[in-house]
Structure formats: structure tokens, C-alpha cells
């Protein structure tokens, strides 16, 4: 598998983001509190990592909500999946939903979103009158699925 050297800057008590099992393809990105963050029903907050990283040129970080957050309390990642460019430089911040029908916590330390680094190109566009015909054409929005 190939790997990418990116530098970081640590500002939290937690852990590195790390890959929790061989097959992983996301890291674990951890909540930085001083003091638990109580989420209401559909209130969202934006919640520090301490976390700074310079991406090479070429390469994103996508931001992806936790499976296990979703399934058990209903706490989600809004703008997902979120994109960090390689030429930002501020402290990563996850947006977070609580769409369940209970108040939640987050505590310093959680692990609230995951992070998958990934290659990107760049598009350049040509501007034409008529675009080639496809077996789809123009159909979407559940337009290829099964009634």
C-alpha cells in the first residue's frame, strides 16, 4: 500500500489519528475539550481536534462521520464527506449532528469522525454545445433502480 509523509501538529492531550486496524482506510480523529459538549436533538457544534496538518500538493483529507456514533447515538458529521485542501493550514474542526431524539455528550477524547487522505487531480474543462449520448441519458435520481 503506498504511503504519503504529512506533517502535524499535535495541540491536544490525544493520540495521533492512527488506523485502527490493518484494513482500515480511515484514521480516528478525536475530540479536544476542556469541557464536555452536550448536544440537544438536531443541534450541531463544531468540535476541536488540536490537530494542524500541512498536506502535500495533490492530496486531500476527507472528513467521514463513525459507523459505531451513527448506529448508537445518532450523532452524524454534517458536510460530509468534509475536504481539507492541501493549502489549509487551521486547526481541523468536525461538524456534528445529533439527530437522534436524545442529548448527547461529547467528551474530550472521543473519537468523532475518521479521516482518509487521498489523492486528488485537477479538471480541466472543455466547453461544448452537445454532450455524447449514454444508455442513461438524463435520467436520475432513482431513475436506474429497481421498483
Not at 491536544?12 to 482506510?25: C, K
Amino acid at each position: 500500500m503506498e504511503t504519503v509523509s504529512i506533517q502535524i501538529i499535535n495541540n491536544s492531550t490525544n493520540n495521533l489519528p492512527a488506523y485502527e486496524t490493518t484494513g482500515s482506510a480511515g484514521m480516528d480523529i478525536r475530540a479536544n475539550l476542556k469541557e464536555p459538549v452536550k448536544l440537544l436533538p438536531l443541534q450541531r457544534a463544531l468540535i476541536p481536534t488540536g490537530l494542524f496538518i500541512e498536506l502535500p500538493y495533490g492530496y486531500e483529507a476527507q472528513i467521514r462521520p463513525r459507523s459505531g456514533l451513527a448506529i448508537k447515538y445518532g450523532i452524524t458529521c454534517l458536510n460530509s464527506p468534509g475536504t481539507i485542501d492541501s493549502d489549509y493550514r487551521g486547526e481541523i474542526k468536525i461538524i456534528l449532528i445529533n439527530l437522534s431524539n436524545e442529548e448527547h455528550a461529547i467528551q474530550h477524547g472521543d473519537r468523532i469522525a475518521q479521516m482518509i487522505i487521498h489523492q486528488t487531480i485537477k479538471a480541466e474543462w472543455i466547453e461544448v454545445k452537445v454532450l455524447n449520448e449514454s444508455k442513461r441519458g438524463d435520467g436520475g435520481f432513482g431513475h436506474t433502480g429497481n421498483k
